[in-house]
């Protein structure tokens, strides 16, 4: 928790502020944050200088490993954060290849799970992941990306934490996560979230031993209708200890997460956290 409030802090001191066109706001803004999370520890990265939740964020996540290209997929599993994107972007609306309401297009999980390929055909990045981490195998190659440029007319929006690379070493598993933009007040946690749970489930259905997920920002920033709460509020605050996420020891392989899993099987035990802060979301 204190690695947040360090990069909030640094932010503040050291940002400098650039405009944003797609929202018309401006962003104080530093390029390049490395944040850390034991998995190992059981460490579970919640912010505790504001009340936060990770329900959504997980559900989100695991939209993404069944490969959904639906916003109601997701509004099912307990996450609304498509819903905008599939049904409210202008541009998207417009789009020839939008399939119709909630269709979000080829993003995120359509690309982790059916990558287009020249011939016609597909990859599934993640079954080969998981396939090799089964066997104990890094062939320094364990990666899933959602980046596809030459297919970002087909969706209705880029991605923005957009690469997950595994690595074994000595029979634990790591995870490298790579986000190009991220509104640190609201935004992050919410990633910081996903980076932890995608290491920790994919080392318990692959028979691994957890260890640290590293988290690499290129442009971290706060909104200047942020930063005010952002530096009398929040930045104020002294973090609790960190919680536990509990995941459902019966998960045991990646069929698993494609079809019975809900958001009943993970829960977070030891969570204590300050008021709620009412931040402004830039659409």
């Not at 505790?48 to 695991?62: H, M, V």
């Not at 440029?149 to 070493?169: A, D, K, Q, V």
Request: some cysteine.
């Amino acid at each position: 928790m204190r690695a947040y409030l360090d990069l909030c802090q640094r932010i503040v001191d050291q940002g400098s502020w650039v405009e944003n066109e797609r929202t018309g706001k401006r962003c104080l803004t530093v390029i390049n944050a490395d944040l850390e999370y034991n998995v190992a520890q059981n460490e579970f990265p919640m912010i505790t200088t504001r009340k936060s939740f990770f329900k959504s964020a997980i559900a989100e996540f695991l939209g993404y490993i069944r490969g959904y290209d639906n916003a109601a997929d997701f509004r099912k599993l307990g996450s609304k954060t498509w819903d905008a994107n599939a049904n409210l972007n202008d541009a998207w609306l417009n789009n020839p290849y939008r399939k119709g309401e909630d269709d979000m297009g080829r993003v995120y999980g359509i690309q982790g799970r059916a990558w287009a390929k020249p011939d016609g055909g597909t990859i599934d990045q993640l079954q080969k992941i998981v396939d090799n981490l089964t066997k104990g195998i890094d062939d320094r190659a364990e990666i899933m990306s959602f980046y596809n440029p030459g297919e970002f007319h087909l969706g209705c929006l880029r991605p923005c934490m957009h690469t997950h690379n595994f690595s074994i070493l000595d029979g634990t598993l790591y995870l490298t996560s790579f986000q190009r933009s991220c509104d640190v007040p609201l935004g992050l946690n919410f990633n910081q979230v996903q980076v932890f749970f995608f290491l920790a489930i994919m080392a318990q259905i692959t028979g691994l031993k957890p260890g640290i997920a590293y988290h690499k920002i290129v442009n971290a920033h706060i909104y200047e209708d942020q930063l005010a709460l952002m530096k009398d509020v929040q930045l104020k605050r002294e973090p609790l200890p960190s919680p536990k996420l509990i995941i459902n020891p019966k998960i045991k392989s990646l069929k698993d997460l494609e079809t019975w899993v809900t958001m009943d099987d993970f829960s977070v035990e030891g969570y204590q956290c300050h008021e709620a802060i009412k931040y402004p979301f830039a659409v």
